[in-house]
């Protein structure tokens, strides 16, 4: 017995993903195949800051030609002395081979492609995620073989568990001595109940990772793009495409595609309109295209999102939509003879009913909900539940998503269409003057994002940067002061950093808003009392 190594496996999973499942599954396979098998767990953390890794080992002959002799187990995972690694989620597969866990020549990664955010990339202001490339970039430098697809898309497609898909994973992997009927059985044992859906589950992966050939083009592909899920555009008007060059027309496409969908053609020619003034300025900067047009591209894609701005006709819009009840039905995996019950929780207060009414209108409705606050009131909002299954939601929310006519008079309208144009006008100039400097204050348009108070913080801190940076005696000066402040005010939400950043570039910090002096009403008895 001193040639024979035990099979190693570690497999980790986030929290409620079935890993002890799996476990069980395997052991169990092993138990029906005949094969002496061992498992043990190392719990971790809740949900994504961490997972629960399981480690088995199985001895690779069968019990029967032991002769009564029963091998020793290890309890825990040798760094560098794994033959597989089999994860569901592609950061936690990095922070294992962080860890050692993983050997170039020995270890068989099993991964997904998909992604859970951790705390630290949900808290950027900016676009915080890894990058997916350079994470398979990890597993490929640190595996001897690897194997990864998407399998919470699995999971979804067969109506199963991830766990069911990882044990399909494994067992096309061909890591374990055992036959697959022996896999089948295993889940079979588990109840009728759930054993069909996770055999589709099991079944899929096993074809999956048994396909080399199909695997090895996956893996290419997410290499070159991790955005498998990027939404495609609808064909641009020939009219249109015929005035932007190449590289500009799919970002253009998308936000062409997105503006008709929010206001109709004609809001889409401004943006359009707005766009040819980009390129014009970028041209006369950069005759030759030796930037590749970045700068139109990056208006192209911050242009659209600002003028498609987030209101209640906007929200009422994609909460009514088929494509919305079609996806919960798929999450919450209902049957056709499921009844199935949605309910939406709004909170509307005076902006977003003053957005839509003309600008003295809303700003004597502002002045009576700032009289409230400072009066020792709340501000003013309605709290609404709107079921979405039922005729009357339904009704309700298609009716103020039909109020896009309301939307263009409204005050908020008028108001985001003046700060486009200083900011376009912004970028237009800059870039005339340079361009590096042009393209820097394109970029500034990823400070607008959110709603409510972080999307007017944002706006406030692209005009302050604009105001008081783009005017500077040298281009090259003002783009670096710009990129600086821009980069600041993404890393730091309380603007500190920001203003660490205006000041060491010659610029004033932004002003201290004045808050509303708010009068608290105190009970008389307690009034009485001595302090």
């Avoid at 029906?32 to 002959?61: C, K, L, M």
């Avoid at 096993?206 to 893996?219: C, G, K, N, P, S």
């Avoid at 339904?394 to 900011?423: D, N, P, Y």
């Amino acid at each position: 017995m001193t040639n024979d190594k035990a099979i190693t496996l570690l497999v980790c999973a986030l929290g409620g993903e079935g890993g002890g499942v799996l476990t069980e599954w395997l052991i169990e396979t092993a138990r029906h195949a005949g094969y002496p098998a061992q498992s043990t767990s190392i719990p971790g953390v809740a949900q994504r800051t961490g997972a629960t890794t399981y480690y088995i080992e199985v001895f690779p002959r069968p019990a029967a030609q032991l002769a009564g002799r029963r091998p020793v187990f290890s309890l825990n995972p040798v760094p560098g002395a794994l033959d597989a690694l089999v994860s569901s989620e592609l950061l936690e597969t990095a922070r294992q081979i962080g860890n050692g866990m993983s050997s170039a020549t020995r270890t068989r990664v099993i991964t997904s492609s998909s992604r859970s955010f951790t705390t630290a990339e949900r808290m950027q202001m900016g676009d915080g995620r890894l990058e997916n490339a350079a994470l398979m970039e990890v597993v490929r430098h640190h595996s001897r073989e690897h194997h990864v697809f998407d399998m919470a898309a699995v999971a979804k497609e067969c109506g199963t568990i991830v766990s069911a898909v990882m044990l399909g994973a494994i067992a096309g992997s061909g890591l374990f001595p055992f036959r697959r009927e022996d896999y089948e059985a295993a889940i079979n044992e588990g109840g009728a109940a759930t054993a069909k859906a996770s055999l589709r589950g099991f079944a899929r992966a096993f074809d999956i990772v048994r396909q080399a050939q199909q695997q090895a083009v996956l893996v290419q592909e997410l290499m070159a793009d991790d955005t498998p899920d990027a939404p495609t555009a609808r064909p641009l008007p020939a009219a249109v495409a015929a005035r932007f060059p190449q590289p500009v027309q799919g970002m253009l496409a998308l936000g062409h595609a997105r503006l008709v969908d929010y206001q109709g053609p004609a809001y889409a020619e401004l943006y359009v309109q707005r766009l040819a003034r980009v390129l014009e300025a970028e041209q006369a900067a950069d005759p030759a295209g030796a930037q590749g047009f970045a700068t139109t591209t990056e208006m192209a894609r911050w242009l659209a999102l600002w003028m498609a701005f987030d209101d209640i006709v906007r929200v009422a819009d994609l909460k009514s939509r088929a494509s919305r009840w079609q996806r919960v039905r798929g999450e919450v995996k209902a049957k056709d003879e499921d009844l199935l019950q949605v309910w939406d929780h709004f909170k509307p207060g005076v902006p977003e009913f003053a957005a839509l009414l003309p600008p003295a209108l809303a700003q004597r409705l502002t002045a009576w909900d700032r009289k409230r606050i400072a009066s020792g009131k709340d501000a003013w909002a309605m709290p609404l539940k709107v079921g979405t299954h039922s005729l009357r939601g339904m009704v309700a929310l298609r009716t103020l998503a039909s109020m896009k006519w309301l939307r263009v008079r409204g005050s908020r309208f008028a108001m985001e269409q003046q700060m486009i144009e200083r900011w376009l006008q912004g970028v237009v100039e800059g870039t005339r003057r340079g361009w590096r400097l042009g393209h820097e204050i394109a970029l500034c348009g990823r400070l607008i994002k959110g709603y409510g108070a972080t999307n007017e913080r944002g706006k406030e801190n692209l005009l302050h940067v604009l105001d008081h940076l783009a005017h500077g005696p040298s281009a090259e000066d003002s783009a670096t002061a710009i990129a600086a402040a821009r980069t600041a005010a993404l890393k730091d939400e309380a603007g500190s950093a920001l203003d660490a950043a205006l000041v060491q570039h010659g610029a004033p910090p932004r002003p201290v808003k004045e808050q509303p002096i708010r009068f608290v009403r105190t009970p008389k008895a307690a009034a009485r009392q001595p302090a």
